[in-house]
């Protein structure tokens, strides 16, 4: 079946513009996850969401990132007001909640990010 | 506090050696879940294993075996007879169930090169 797909797969865009990123997760995989992935920062958590749950933020990194999960499917990140040091990879990824926390999670391609 | 640690920043091998991949974690949760994830050159991480703290037991999947230790909070992860295709960089990840819901923490990775 198909696996996560996000778009686009590159973004260059100038400091001070706003960019979205979407996330297409897995049929049927109730939880979503944001991660970022910088060569200072490694990689991080973002934000999580799971079914109707409110969604777990606390890694985002300021008020300039939101997400929005619409339907129970489809993510977006916003980023705001974009810097230079927004620049990363933005991976989304998906899970099942069969059993709970733990289960595993399957990674998109990510969104290269560049902000110039 | 890093909770999970790759001591091996990179690692460099000649085809059909085996090697060895360390991860070690922390945590004061009983019910915790460890992972580890191939980021092949292409950029997207591809899922090889996850173990729940309750089962201890050692797993063979044809050429990889992953050693999980308790005693010593260690995730260990070996290739035998590397092959050029395992060149990549390797990420061990801990979910931790009570205390950080779903979300992984990522060690640093360890970069694998297999050398023909």
């Known amino acids: 079946g198909a696996g996560v797909s996000q778009s686009p797969s590159n973004k260059v865009t100038e400091k001070g513009k706003d960019v979205e990123l979407r996330c297409d997760p897995i049929?049927?995989?109730?939880?979503l996850y944001w991660y970022r992935q910088s060569l200072g920062q490694g990689l991080e958590f973002l934000i999580y969401?799971?079914?109707?749950?409110?969604?777990?933020k606390s890694g985002l990194p300021s008020d300039r990132f939101s997400a929005e999960r619409t339907g129970g499917s489809v993510s977006t990140l916003t980023i705001q007001r974009t810097q230079q040091e927004d620049s990363a990879v933005y991976l989304c990824?998906?899970?099942?909640?069969?059993?709970?926390?733990?289960?595993?999670?399957?990674f998109g391609p990510g969104t290269r990010l560049l902000v110039l | 506090a890093q909770k999970v640690t790759q001591a091996q920043t990179e690692i460099s091998v000649v085809e059909k050696e085996d090697v060895t991949l360390d991860c070690v974690y922390e945590t004061r949760d009983t019910t915790y879940y460890l992972f580890w994830y191939k980021q092949p050159p292409s950029g997207e991480l591809v899922f090889l294993i996850r173990?729940?703290?309750?089962?201890?037991q050692n797993e063979i999947s044809g050429r990889y075996s992953w050693n999980f230790q308790k005693s010593t909070s260690s995730f260990n992860f070996t290739i035998t007879a590397s092959q050029v295709v395992d060149s990549a960089v390797y990420f061990c990840?801990?979910?931790?169930?009570?205390?950080?819901?779903?979300?992984?923490?990522f060690g640093e990775g360890t970069q694998l090169t297999v050398n023909p």
């Open positions: 990824a998906s899970s099942s909640w069969v059993g709970g926390m733990g289960e595993t999670q399957y």
């Open positions: 969401f799971q079914g109707n749950s409110a969604p777990d």
């Open positions: 173990r729940n703290s309750f089962d201890e």
């Open positions: 049929s049927g995989h109730t939880a």
């Open positions: 990840a801990l979910s931790e169930a009570l205390t950080s819901g779903s979300r992984l923490t």
